[in-house]
C-alpha cells in the first residue's frame, strides 16, 4: 500500500505563490509518472501537471508558464511550484503517482486564491 502526504496549501491572494508537496511511501517498488490534478465543488477532477519518470513535463493551458512542476526521485516526492495564481485556480489539488501497483491518490490540499 502506498501513502501520499500531500502539504503547501493555503489562502493566498491573487499575484502570489504557493509550492505543494506531496510525499509518497510505503510499499513502493518503482514510481512512474507524478501529477496534480484539482477539483471545484460540483466539477470533475482535471489535469493539472504531469511528470514522467525521466523528468519530462505537460500542463494544462489554463496554468502553463504560472505552475511549475518537479520531482526529488530520492525523496519519492513531487512538488507543484504555483506562482501569479488567480482566484479561478482555487480548489482542492490531488497528487497522483503511479507505481507498478497502480494509480495512488493524495488526500488534497485546499487552495483559495482571493481576489
Known amino acids: 500500500q502506498v501513502q501520499l502526504v500531500e502539504s503547501g496549501g493555503g489562502l493566498v491572494q491573487a499575484g502570489g505563490s504557493l509550492r505543494l508537496s506531496c510525499a509518497a511511501s510505503?510499499?513502493?517498488?518503482?514510481?512512474?509518472?507524478m501529477a496534480w490534478y484539482r477539483q471545484v465543488l460540483g466539477k470533475q477532477r482535471e489535469s493539472v501537471a504531469r511528470?514522467?519518470?525521466?523528468?519530462?513535463?505537460n500542463y494544462a493551458d489554463s496554468v502553463t508558464g504560472r505552475f511549475t512542476i518537479s520531482r526529488d526521485n530520492a525523496k519519492n516526492t513531487v512538488y507543484l511550484q504555483m506562482n501569479s495564481l488567480k482566484p479561478e485556480d482555487t480548489g482542492v489539488y490531488y497528487c497522483n503517482v503511479q507505481t507498478t501497483r497502480g494509480s495512488n491518490w493524495g488526500q488534497g490540499t485546499q487552495v483559495t486564491v482571493s481576489s
Open positions: 511528470i514522467n519518470i525521466g523528468g519530462s513535463t
Open positions: 510505503g510499499s513502493i517498488f518503482r514510481i512512474g509518472s
